[in-house]
């Protein structure tokens, strides 16, 4: 049975070159969460993108899964959609989301690496593509989203629904395209003047308070127009 969700943001068909989406639950980060989630529309608002943020997640499993409800339900309506996880601080710096998707002609998924594996907190889906074409239906972003969801194997395995991302990269690497994680999914550490999204998952949450006060200033983008 699918879950109705409500995303917070320019709504399904809207014009532009694609949407931004994160997505957390409620509290989640306290104040910063809600600095970085603003901080994330403002970063999209300012190159001409939408911005959709999920609020109802699946309740039967981890949170993390629920990233690919919301892109479920975007997918059928824009070219082009930019998952960030919202323990990320846009630093408006760097290039814009369209450049998540250079020299990627077939491919579906762009995303960076973490020594040996995917990492999709920052992941583009590229909707319009075809992909490879290999027999199984992963020709579309939806069809590819739906087997994702459906490796109920990894349900609770440490890296949630990456696993299954990692399994089909591991399969059909076409369908992949490799961004750079110094731009778009920089950690503590590793940003540069290009860097346009710092993630800070698991342990890297403890540096989080002294990126906050460098980075995030007070929002110019106040209006949130809830999508149908």
Excluded at 93 to 121: M, W
Excluded at 172 to 194: C, H, L, M, S, T
Excluded at 202 to 218: D, V
């Amino acid at each position: 049975m699918s879950l109705p969700l409500r995303l917070r943001g320019r709504g399904w068909g809207v014009s532009g070159p694609g949407v931004v989406v994160s997505g957390a639950t409620p509290g989640y980060l306290g104040v910063n969460g809600e600095r970085m989630r603003e901080r994330l529309r403002e970063w999209a608002a300012s190159h001409g993108w939408g911005f959709s943020w999920g609020t109802e997640f699946d309740p039967s499993r981890p949170p993390a899964w629920s990233k690919i409800r919301f892109l479920q339900r975007l997918a059928p309506h824009h070219e082009r959609l930019l998952w960030v996880d919202a323990d990320v601080i846009a630093t408006l710096k760097g290039p814009p989301p369209d450049e998540v998707f250079v020299e990627g002609e077939g491919a579906i998924v762009f995303a960076s690496a973490d020594e040996n594996h995917l990492n999709t907190g920052v992941m583009g889906l590229d909707c319009g593509a075809r992909g490879a074409g290999h027999g199984l239906g992963f020709g579309e972003a939806g069809a590819l989203l739906k087997w994702v969801w459906e490796q109920t194997q990894y349900i609770n395995h440490p890296w949630w629904e990456q696993a299954a991302f990692q399994e089909h990269h591991a399969t059909w690497p076409a369908d992949f395209r490799a961004i750079d994680k110094r731009v778009w999914n920089a950690y503590p550490g590793e940003e540069g003047p290009e860097t346009a999204l710092i993630h800070f998952p698991g342990g890297y949450k403890q540096r989080l308070a002294s990126y906050a006060a460098r980075y995030l200033g007070r929002s110019n983008c106040r209006t949130i127009i809830s999508a149908p």
